[in-house]
């Protein structure tokens, strides 16, 4: 009888504490709702919060650790093939991207070289064809170069080649969709050209002895040339066009027992580099005075010039003789 006293005793006393822990989780949650609600509101918790995540910091430090360890050991115990195959397409990467840069710096090279030619064409009178060099002559004894205008865009016999720099030469042959075009450098052809700061004349041909400079011929010991004078065409024999930039003057010798002086030059035209070229087709065309690269002096120009230049300009048939 005592002992079933006793059992619904302590069934009762369980019952009462678990009824007491429902209600205490009960009021827990409510209080936590309302915290949370007041927090979210009225930012109560904020240092609370910051306090707690500062003394949170060595738990993650601690907690993070299994993770770097594992990072730590996939480096050290990288297998050498693994190494390999990465510089490999390291390489691969690196040549892939200079061949970009490259071809960037092609462009932007072109572009700056396409933009010279064009604002030399705006200072030049006359109208103007722009061509391209496809290909030059095989013998290194004839200085020759093949564009891709022909007869069928007007190209004819003589006329003028520049490139954005000065004169490079005039067109010897002509076909149906290229043409030839005999370089100022070839050994036979000649051009008539004066000194652009005093009108002194010349006639300059391809030096036999190199393959890139001009000799002036038929210099007399008394004109007045020296070196770093600019040559521009003269328009004497109806060759080229005046005052079309030729070259610059490099080298002058003198010698008292010689007829005449022995001058060297430089052509101002990239020869040996261009790509993009023009034609002029107006047969009187000249250039403005912008293009001309030496200031010329005010005082005018003296009328008289060497008896043996002009007589040379007349006698000389000034066209090169077709190859």
């Known amino acids: 009888m005592q002992k079933n006293f006793e059992d619904k005793l302590i069934d009762k006393t369980l019952f009462i504490k678990g009824v007491a822990l429902e209600y205490r989780a009960l009021s827990f949650l409510l209080l936590s709702i309302c915290i949370m609600v007041a927090d979210s509101r009225f930012m109560y918790l904020q240092h609370v ?99 891709n205008k022909g007869f069928a865009d007007g190209v004819f016999v003589g006329q003028a080649l520049l490139d954005s720099r000065g004169l490079m030469g005039q067109v010897d042959e002509v076909l149906p969709f290229t043409a030839w075009v005999l370089l100022i450098t070839d050994s036979n052809h000649v051009t008539p050209v004066e000194v652009n700061r005093n009108g002194e004349r010349a006639l300059a041909r391809g030096s036999r002895s190199t393959s890139t400079e001009l000799e002036l011929e038929f210099v007399t010991q008394t004109q007045d040339m020296k070196a770093g004078d600019m040559l521009v065409s003269s328009g004497m024999g109806q060759v080229y066009p005046k005052n079309y930039p030729v070259a610059r003057i490099t080298f002058i010798s003198k010698d008292p027992g010689q007829d005449f002086a022995r001058v060297i030059a430089e052509p101002l035209a990239q020869l040996a580099s261009t790509r993009h070229v023009m034609l002029v087709f107006a047969s009187d065309a000249t250039v403005v005075p912008e293009l001309e690269l030496d200031p010329v002096l005010e005082e005018s120009q003296g009328e008289e010039v060497s008896g043996s230049t002009e007589d040379q300009l007349s006698q000389l048939s000034l066209r090169p003789a077709s190859q």
């Open 49 to 147: 919060r910051f306090g707690l995540g500062y003394a949170a910091t060595p738990v993650y430090w601690f907690a993070d650790i299994p993770t770097r360890v594992s990072f730590w050991i996939d480096d050290v115990f990288v297998s050498r093939t693994d190494l390999l195959e990465e510089n490999n397409r390291l390489r691969e990467d690196l040549l892939i991207a200079q061949r970009e840069l490259q071809l960037l710096e092609s462009l932007a090279s072109e572009n700056s070289r396409l933009l010279d030619l064009r604002e030399a064409t705006q200072v030049i009178s006359g109208e103007v064809l722009p061509a391209e060099i496809i290909n030059v002559f095989p013998d290194s004894y004839s200085k020759r170069v093949l564009i």
